[in-house]
């Protein structure tokens, strides 16, 4: 199973509303960072904030382009995320609720 440690940097970035948004609008490709602000009600000095977060936790790639800046999903690390979320929240056989499992309380 992957590090809790590492996921915990990955979900501190995803819990803004923003930050979601920006994914969600990632997810249908590449877009330049005007692109973004475009719709969004944001300033550009907001934008690059949330998009630093965002790239220091691998959920975003940013490739310079001239003056601007292109960013897409990491989906490397969007399809590790789906996988730590299962792993989770699935019951393990060696799962603490499974060893504990004949307590009385």
Not at 5 to 32: N, P, Q, Y
Request: glycine share 2%.
């Amino acid at each position: 199973m992957n590090s809790y440690i590492e996921f915990a940097s990955v979900f501190k970035a995803l819990s803004d509303e923003t930050r979601l948004k920006i994914v969600d609008m990632l997810s249908c490709g590449e877009m330049c960072a005007c692109d973004i602000l475009e719709n969004l009600s944001i300033s550009q000095s907001t934008l690059s904030y949330h998009m630093k977060i965002l790239a220091e936790s691998n959920l975003v790639n940013a490739v310079r382009d001239g003056a601007w800046m292109r960013y897409t999903l990491n989906k490397d690390k969007t399809d590790a995320i789906v996988y730590f979320i299962n792993e989770i929240t699935t019951p393990k056989e060696k799962c603490i609720c499974m060893i504990n499992k004949n307590t009385k309380c």
